[in-house]
């Protein structure tokens, strides 16, 4: 027992961490993987940058300046 806490509950909660970074690290190593496969991430980049730009023109053509 450590600060009144049960000792059952430390192996528990160290476990459960210990599980979550397996589990992140898996994940992380699956991300940078598909990432630098044939290009993947530079061609993700790619296609969020046209469409954020493609959106960005459909949004600018929708409110008109007073100016204009």
Do not use: C, Q
Not at 4 to 30: E, K, N, Q
Not at 33 to 45: E, R, V, Y
Not at 51 to 59: A, I, N, P, Q, T
């Amino acid at each position: 027992m450590k600060n009144g806490i049960p000792t059952l509950y430390w192996i528990f909660r160290w476990s459960w961490s210990l599980v979550h970074l397996i589990i992140l690290g898996v994940f992380a190593y699956l991300v940078l993987d598909w990432a630098l496969t044939d290009n993947h991430a530079i061609d993700a980049l790619t296609d969020w940058l046209n469409w954020s730009e493609s959106l960005r023109e459909y949004l600018s053509g929708l409110v008109r300046y007073p100016w204009e």
